[in-house]
Structure formats: structure tokens, C-alpha cells
């Protein structure tokens, strides 16, 4: 079983661009698709990213998605920054039909 | 619109059971895995446990094995989790989200709480 790792915490300006990572600790980053959720306080978690880099309609596409197999990690980039882009951010995959995981999460400050 | 929305959380004593339900409509159930994924007060999220859209293979974390089930009466449009030898540090909130394909969990409820006390 693996696990995903994320940074606890960034921080950046509006208007800026911020990249969140999510590496996977065993197995390859590409075996299977990477999900990316957005939760704000008190609230649900909803997608920005599925399938490793496509956005739900209704994501603006200022949200991207990748995966880079040399690092063995997914990336969430988020360009032009928002005060409203500030949230939680979550990376997700799975491993056959039981084994799903979450990144711990990483805290996104815009200020 | 497609909505989950979950239901019977509430505060309960260590060692009691609880029964979660989730009520979808706007798509058609018995077409989607589904999911229940916690949430510990201020921490991460955690998945708990998968059906299939049928109801044949159920799959849980570790952490849970033995002690949930999960299961769906696709006639009421309902996903249900039997919680049972309930401990403090099963306290999370407990979403329920539609699998549309390859793990990809959308949309989510709202959650409901649950609260394990003495």
C-alpha cells in the first residue's frame, strides 16, 4: 500500500501562481489517475482536478493538473490567485478496487 | 441536480453501533459505486469503505474491517453504514460521494457528525 504526501501549508499573493505537490510513496505516480478536491471551511470537498489534468466544468482554468513520473508526484497549479481560491487542498488515488487514499492535505493562504 | 444528502450522526458511547444513511437523487443509483470517506474534527480525510453499483463487492479500510458495513437499497436510492463497536477515534465527520469512474468521488454530501463519547 502507498501512501500520498503533500506539503502542510503554502502561501502566496493574489495574482501569483502556486504549485501544490502529492508524491507517492511506492508504485508509480501514473498506475493510476490522480484526483484533486478543494474544501473550504465548513464545507464539502468538490473537484478542481480529475484524471490527473481534467477540470470538471465550472473549474476555472486557472486550476491545472499534472503528474511528473521522475519525482513520482502530481502537481495542482493554480495561476492567478484569488483570496477566494483560499482553502484546502486534497490529492486522491487509489491502488484496484480497496485501496484509496488521500494526501493529507495542504492549507492554501492567500494573502 | 445530482445530491447526496447524509443523515443519523449524532453523539453515541464507546462501544455503541450507529447507522448512517445517505439519500441520492438527480442520477441513477444503481449505475455508481459509492463511498463513505470521515473526516476527523481539524484533520484530513479518510476513506472508509466502497460498494459496487450492485451491491456484490464491498471493500473497507483496515481501520474500520470487522466492525462497519456498508450497504445500498437501490430501491429508496440509499447508501447505509452500519457502525458497530463504535470508538472515540472513529469521532469524524462522515461524507458519502458517488464514484463516477477510476476513484474519482463526485459529488460528495454534506456530511453528517458523529460524535463518539462518554
Known amino acids: 500500500n502507498f501512501m500520498l504526501t503533500q506539503p502542510h501549508s503554502v502561501s502566496e499573493s493574489p495574482g501569483k501562481t502556486v504549485t501544490i505537490s502529492c508524491t507517492r510513496s511506492s508504485g508509480s505516480i501514473a498506475s493510476s489517475y490522480v484526483q484533486w478536491y478543494q474544501q473550504r471551511p465548513g464545507s464539502s470537498p468538490t473537484t478542481v482536478i480529475y484524471?490527473?489534468?481534467?477540470?470538471p466544468s465550472g473549474v476555472p482554468d486557472r486550476f491545472s493538473g499534472s503528474i511528473d513520473s521522475s519525482s513520482n508526484s502530481a502537481s495542482l497549479t493554480i495561476s492567478r490567485l484569488k483570496t477566494e481560491d483560499e482553502a484546502d487542498y486534497y490529492c486522491?488515488?487509489?491502488?484496484?478496487?480497496?485501496?484509496?487514499?488521500f494526501g493529507g492535505g495542504t492549507k492554501l493562504t492567500v494573502l | 441536480q445530482v445530491r447526496l444528502v447524509e443523515s443519523g450522526g449524532g453523539v453515541v458511547q464507546p462501544g455503541r453501533s450507529l447507522r448512517l444513511s445517505c439519500a441520492a437523487s438527480?442520477?441513477?443509483?444503481?449505475?455508481?459505486?459509492m463511498h463513505w470517506v470521515r473526516q476527523p474534527p481539524g484533520k484530513g480525510l479518510e476513506w472508509v469503505a466502497v460498494i459496487s453499483y450492485d451491491g456484490s463487492d464491498k471493500n473497507y479500510a483496515e481501520s474500520v474491517k470487522g466492525r462497519f458495513t456498508i450497504s445500498r437499497d437501490d430501491s429508496k436510492n440509499r447508501l447505509f453504514l452500519q457502525m458497530n463497536r463504535l470508538r472515540a477515534e472513529d469521532t469524524a465527520v462522515y461524507f458519502c460521494a458517488r464514484d463516477i469512474t477510476a476513484g474519482w468521488f463526485d459529488p460528495w454530501g454534506q456530511g453528517t457528525l458523529v460524535a463518539v463519547s462518554s
Open positions: 486522491q488515488s487509489y491502488e484496484g478496487s480497496d485501496h484509496v487514499v
Open positions: 438527480g442520477f441513477i443509483f444503481n449505475s455508481y459505486a
Open positions: 484524471e490527473d489534468n481534467q477540470r
